[in-house]
């Protein structure tokens, strides 16, 4: 993913879509365990500097529109709310 975005950066749908398919892939129960959170940090870190001046602002709104739906899940576990708490802010 971070890939994608070092190498196609004006690939806006691509990105979209890749980083929606990442998200669906930490989907469920264990969701937000192991090493998941730190593949989410460099997800969350890649996007945060892609969209640095704002211009992709409708993907990073559909990676949080996602992510609220896995965090609504796993909302119960500890390492969930470190992970949910700030995703794609500030």
Do not use: Y
């Not at 730190?38 to 211009?55: D, F, I, M, P, V």
């Not at 996602?66 to 576990?77: E, F, T, Y």
Request: hydrophobic share 40%; aromatic share 2%; glycine share 12%.
């Amino acid at each position: 993913m971070t890939g994608l975005i070092r190498m196609r950066p004006t690939d806006t749908p691509a990105i979209r879509d890749a980083t929606l398919s990442v998200l669906g892939e930490i989907d469920g129960p264990d969701a937000l365990s192991g090493g998941t959170a730190t593949r989410l940090h460099r997800l969350e870190n890649a996007l945060k500097k892609w969209n640095a001046g704002g211009a992709h602002a409708d993907v990073i709104a559909a990676a949080k529109k996602r992510m609220d739906g896995i965090c609504s899940k796993a909302i119960d576990a500890p390492q969930a709310s470190h992970a949910c708490r700030g995703f794609l802010t500030g």
